[in-house]
């Protein structure tokens, strides 16, 4: 049976890039790489591993939790995983607006603002 860090790691990979994973997992030292990996198994391997939630609608329902909690930079490291995992810039900016409803206009600002750093970026503005 696969591990939950083993099924984390290829699903965290798959949705925020090999690139930034292994970055982030080559940089950790010995007071970080604990958290980095029980966050991947528990995250990735437990949370995203169960597949009864599809991996777009995952990463729409983080933008939502992660934009009302106002964690802008991990906000923008998972709009782009949202965009790697199928959900387009018109679903972000919807999302963005339930943000600014429930949580007020200036968090709503504060994702729209993350949101078109990120689109342009990846040129989907």
């Known amino acids: ?3 939950y860090f083993d099924k984390g790691l290829a699903q965290r990979k798959a949705t925020l890039g090999a690139e ?16 980095q990996e029980a966050m ?21 329902m983080n933008l939502a939790m992660i934009g009302a909690l106002g964690k802008m930079h991990e906000w923008e490291i998972h709009c782009r995983g949202a965009l790697k995992n199928g959900v387009s810039a018109e679903e972000i900016r919807a999302i963005i607006h339930v943000v600014g409803i429930y949580c007020g206009v200036p968090q709503g600002l504060e994702c729209m603002r993350a949101a078109r750093k990120v689109l342009e970026e990846e040129g989907q503005l």
């Open 1 to 3: 049976m696969e591990s």
């Open 20 to 35: 930034y994973v292994d970055g982030v997992l080559e940089n950790a030292d010995s007071f970080s790489k604990p958290f």
């Open 40 to 60: 991947t198994a528990w995250c990735w391997g437990f949370g995203w591993g169960d597949e009864a939630i599809p991996a777009k609608t995952r990463s729409m």
